[in-house]
């Protein structure tokens, strides 16, 4: 059965530091490009990071670039996104999501992109 279960959410004062894990099982990750995407209250899904299938090109949206990490390790069937330095508009609920190609777009992904996605996990950050 294919699975993503996300864990690492939580609540945090700006400034601080969360960790966003995503295990994958019921497929092998290797050949495909995993990505992060969030929702804040009232807007719409947006992209925040993609890194492609063996692990060296990676993207991040411009609002999170220098303070937030995406990484991944294939072994395990798992990939995270580490957030320091977060500030209250990074609240939202962040998804991961499992890409259908092994490839990043270069404009970042797009949800039509995306071929299976992660429960969503909510990261509040307060001032």
């Known amino acids: 059965q294919l699975q993503l279960v996300e864990s690492g959410g939580g609540l945090v004062q700006s400034g601080g530091s969360l960790r966003l894990s995503c295990d994958a099982s019921g497929f092998i990750l290797n050949d495909y490009a995993t990505g992060w995407f969030r929702q804040a209250p009232g807007k719409e899904r947006e992209w925040v990071s993609c890194?492609?299938?063996?692990?060296?090109?990676?993207i991040y949206t411009g609002a999170v670039k220098g303070r937030f990490t995406n990484s991944r390790d294939n072994a395990k069937g798992r990939f995270y996104l580490q957030m320091d330095n977060l500030q209250t508009e990074d609240t939202a609920i962040y998804y991961c999501a499992v890409e259908r190609l092994g490839g990043c777009r270069g404009s970042g992904p797009e949800e039509e992109d995306v071929g299976f996605w992660g429960q969503g996990t909510q990261v509040a950050v307060s001032s």
């Open positions: 890194i492609n299938s063996g692990g060296r090109g990676i």
